[in-house]
Nanobody
Framework: QVQLVESGGGSVQAGGSLRLSCAASGTLYSRHCMAWFRQAPGKEREKVAAVCTGDTRPNYADSVKGRFTISHDNAKVTVLLQMNSLKPEDSGMYYC????????????WGEGTQVTVSS
């Protein structure tokens, strides 16, 4: 089993920055993918950014390209999401997810951390 714990959410004004952190513990795998998803009320869950071990190029949703950066520490199995130039539409619950399989299936999830961006 894998446990994921997110931190770093909060409230910020438009144009501001936040950094989310996710730490994994439990039975970990040398090859894995980690990602951040978000979900706003009344909207479908969206994959924001993802990175896999050995990746040189993480992938991002078009809506966050150039503003968000995902970074991954393989040894500590942590993933960070640096969010800059935040917009009100970035608000929502952000979830960390981990996949022990490739292609990724994201079978493990954290409980989420709230991000609120005010205009």
């Amino acid at each position: 089993q894998v446990q994921l714990v997110e931190s770093g959410g909060g409230s910020v004004q438009a144009g501001g920055s936040l950094r989310l952190s996710c730490a994994a513990s439990g039975t970990l795998y040398s090859r894995h993918c980690m990602a951040w998803f978000r979900q706003a009320p009344g909207k479908e869950r969206e994959k924001v950014a993802a990175v896999c071990t050995g990746d040189t190029r993480p992938n991002y949703a078009d809506s966050v390209k150039g503003r968000f950066t995902i970074s991954h520490d393989n040894a500590k199995v942590t993933v960070l999401l640096q969010m800059n130039s935040l917009k009100p539409e970035d608000s929502g619950m952000y979830y960390c997810a981990l996949s022990a399989s490739l292609p990724p299936e994201y079978e493990y999830w954290g409980e989420g951390t709230q991000v609120t961006v005010s205009s």
